[in-house]
């Protein structure tokens, strides 16, 4: 199931859910939407078949009515992995230019090293200074 985290970044509070990818929790996963400003997205990078169904909840996602003025940062972790996707890859194949009403960010990063974990989260920082 999801948990719930909070933390600070920067001055700013957040309140973090995290929702598991399983089929059956899926349709949970609105139930947290209400109040929600940003939506983390975190794609494997080396698992190009489940790309698909992460571009199909995306998509779902951004069309529910409690997401409508959210951003989005999708994280596109294990980049250390050898022929894994590059963010440009994943952009493409989630067709991130289609999105015209959420600003979004796709940052490549490696969460075993932290890599690229700052530059997300400094991208949501920008969006929140400048009244997103």
């Given at each position: 199931?999801?948990s719930?985290?909070?933390?600070?970044?920067?001055?700013?509070?957040?309140?973090v859910?995290?929702?598991?990818?399983g089929?059956s929790?899926?349709?949970s996963?609105?139930?947290?939407?209400?109040?929600t400003?940003?939506?983390?997205?975190?794609?494997?990078?080396?698992d190009?078949?489940r790309?698909t169904?992460?571009?199909?909840?995306?998509?779902?996602m951004?069309k529910?009515e409690?997401?409508?003025k959210?951003?989005?940062?999708?994280?596109?972790?294990?980049?250390d992995?050898?022929d894994?996707?590059?963010?440009?890859?994943?952009?493409q194949?989630?067709?991130?230019?289609s999105i015209?009403d959420?600003?979004?960010?796709?940052?490549?990063?490696?969460?075993l090293s932290?890599?690229g974990?700052?530059?997300?989260?400094?991208w949501?920082?920008?969006?929140?200074?400048?009244?997103?």
């Amino acid at each position: 199931g999801p948990s719930v985290a909070r933390g600070v970044f920067e001055e700013s509070e957040a309140v973090v859910s995290t929702q598991s990818t399983g089929d059956s929790l899926r349709q949970s996963w609105s139930t947290y939407y209400s109040n929600t400003n940003f939506v983390f997205l975190v794609i494997d990078s080396s698992d190009t078949e489940r790309l698909t169904i992460a571009k199909d909840e995306l998509y779902k996602m951004l069309k529910h009515e409690d997401l409508k003025k959210s951003s989005l940062l999708i994280y596109a972790n294990k980049q250390d992995i050898k022929d894994c996707m590059s963010s440009t890859q994943i952009s493409q194949t989630l067709n991130l230019k289609s999105i015209k009403d959420h600003p979004y960010h796709i940052q490549p990063c490696c969460a075993l090293s932290g890599e690229g974990l700052q530059q997300g989260l400094e991208w949501v920082t920008s969006q929140i200074r400048g009244g997103r």
